[in-house]
Nanobody
Framework: QIQLVESGGGSVQPGGSLTLSCAGS????????MAWFRQAPGKGREEVAG???????RYVDSVKGRLFISKDNAQKTLYLQMNSLTFEDTAMYYC?????????????WGQGTQVVVSS
C-alpha cells in the first residue's frame, strides 16, 4: 500500500524559498516515478513537476527555473525545492506516486502540505 507523507510547508514572503519533502513507504521507492501537484484556492489540482525512475525531470512552464524536483532513493524521500516564490505559488502541495509511462498520472497521493506566499 502506497503511503506518502508531505512536510515542509509554511508561510513565506514573495521572493523567498521553501523546500517540501515527501516520505514514501509501502512500495519500492527507487523504482517509482513521482510528481508534485498543487491546488490553489478555488482552483483545480494541477501538475507541477515530475521525476521518473531514471531521475529525468519534467516541469510545467510556470515553474521552470524556480522549482526543482529531486528524489533521494536511500532516504525514500521526494523533494521540491521552491525558489523565487510568488503569490501565485500559494496552494496546497501534494506529492504523488505516478505511472512512469505517464508521469503526471497519479496512482497514490499524500495528504498535502500548505504553502502560503504572503507579504
Amino acid at each position: 500500500q502506497i503511503q506518502l507523507v508531505e512536510s515542509g510547508g509554511g508561510s513565506v514572503q514573495p521572493g523567498g524559498s521553501l523546500t517540501l519533502s515527501c516520505a514514501g513507504s509501502g512500495f519500492i521507492f527507487s523504482r517509482m516515478c513521482m510528481a508534485w501537484f498543487r491546488q490553489a484556492p478555488g482552483k483545480g489540482r494541477e501538475e507541477v513537476a515530475g521525476i521518473d525512475d531514471y531521475g529525468t525531470t519534467r516541469y510545467v512552464d510556470s515553474v521552470k527555473g524556480r522549482l526543482f524536483i529531486s528524489k533521494d532513493n536511500a532516504q525514500k524521500t521526494l523533494y521540491l525545492q521552491m525558489n523565487s516564490l510568488t503569490f501565485e505559488d500559494t496552494a496546497m502541495y501534494y506529492c504523488a506516486a505516478t505511472l512512469c509511462s505517464k508521469i503526471f498520472t497519479p496512482i497514490g497521493w499524500g495528504q498535502g502540505t500548505q504553502v502560503v506566499v504572503s507579504s
